[in-house]
């Protein structure tokens, strides 16, 4: 056996406390979590805050009934919501961001000032900016007065309490929609590694494709989750919400891509206008192409706070705007006001797995990266 250096026993004794407090404080409560959601535990009321709780193991009820349960459709709205708030909330940050990185990267007058104007929304919390907001839109008041200024009727629209909605789908068709949607990736995937000569990844991509659009079409209509249809869609009492947080988040893209930006040689935009690209050109074939890393990773930070958001929503729409709640409110709600600590494990559970489909590839990917680099 190797002795072990001076070094390396220091590094031991540095890093073995930090290793055991993530052990127990992370790891063991995601255990810990995941077990509760598999129990009974807060289904009697009797039961949930006994000293010697009785618990019983239920397996996946829970799930079962937040995805088909009668009771449960707020959690259905709130899963969509986070969805459409997902969607919307990346779309915005990075379009904001971008716009105003390309204006600053042009050297405007008083640039260190706009650059702090625009970045002084993130130095605030969650809760200052919601209160903010929730004032600004208020129905009578703020945003909605803004018309009267020119002379025009003040807006009525209901920023955090309307029920419209549009892009409505029946609960019933989310199986299908969603084999659909993963099979038309899966054969994107399949194309790009024909390109790429994988046979591999192609081969495994086109049968898990095929597979999924059999199921899709042969079986899927046939899949009924609830008994009667249920419809969902893009509340627009969010809105406000997603306004709200682009605001708060866009000056944060903008950081990033502004240092991208500033980190492109000069060179390579000589060299392309060179080669007779105008504006227009080289931003499309130089500078985003290589501005596409930053992307990625704003992607995934961003979405990573989107699916956890909670603190905006609680501060904006309050805790029982069930138009406008999302899955970590509801959480909350149902483990630490209704005493339902299993149904309120699932849905920890839940976005625990959300947020793992977005970073582990992530992680994986960059892993990859450096062991190539290595």
């Known amino acids: 056996m190797k002795r072990l250096s001076k070094d390396r026993l220091w590094a031991i004794a540095v890093l073995t406390p930090s290793i055991l407090l993530i052990g127990i404080f992370v790891y063991y409560f995601i255990g810990r979590t995941i077990y509760v ?17 009785i618990i019983r193991w239920v397996g996946l009820q ?17 899963l969509v919501n986070t969805l459409f708030f997902t969607l919307f909330f990346i779309l915005g940050c990075l379009g904001v961001g971008l ?28 809760i200052v900016t919601g209160t903010i907001w929730r004032w600004m839109l208020q129905p009578q ?73 059999g199921w899709a079409v042969l079986i899927g209509p046939r899949v009924k989750m609830l008994p009667t249809p249920e419809l ?8 406000g919400i997603i306004i709200a947080a682009v605001w708060q988040m866009s000056g944060y893209t903008m950081a ?13 935009r000589e060299a392309a206008k060179v080669d007779g690209s105008n504006d227009s050109q080289m931003y499309r074939h130089v500078i985003f192409p290589l501005l596409s890393p930053i ?3 704003a992607m995934i930070i961003l979405g990573h706070i989107s699916l956890k958001i909670f603190d905006l929503v609680y501060a904006m729409a309050g805790p029982d705007n069930v138009a406008a ?40 990917n960059q892993f990859r990266g450096e062991e190539g680099h290595a």
């Open 37 to 53: 959601s598999l129990t009974d535990w807060g289904n009697d009321p009797a039961q949930a805050l006994a000293l010697n709780p």
């Open 62 to 78: 829970n799930y079962s009934e937040l995805f088909g349960g009668f009771l449960q459709g707020r959690f259905r709205q709130e």
């Open 99 to 126: 716009g105003l990185a390309l204006v600053l990267d042009r050297n405007p007058k008083g640039e260190g000032l706009w650059r702090t104007i625009f970045l002084f929304p993130m130095s605030l919390s969650f």
């Open 141 to 213: 008041g703020g945003v909605n007065q803004a018309p009267t200024l020119l002379g025009g009727q003040p807006s009525t629209f209901a920023w955090l309490s309307s029920n419209d909605s549009a892009l409505k789908f029946d609960w019933n068709a989310l199986p299908l929609i969603t084999a659909s949607v993963v099979g038309v990736v899966l054969i994107v995937v399949a194309v790009r590694a024909a390109r790429e000569v994988n046979r591999a990844r192609m081969l495994v991509a086109a049968v898990c494709a095929a597979l999924l659009i």
């Open 232 to 239: 969902h869609g893009f509340n627009f009492a969010i809105i």
């Open 256 to 268: 990033l891509y502004l240092a991208g930006l500033r980190g492109i040689p000069e060179e390579l």
């Open 295 to 297: 992307t990625l990773s």
């Open 325 to 364: 709640s999302v899955p970590a409110l509801n959480m909350y709600l149902t483990s630490f006001r209704q005493n339902q600590f299993a149904l309120g494990a699932a849905i920890g559970t839940i976005l625990l797995i959300l947020v793992a489909f977005v970073i582990v590839p992530y992680l994986a």
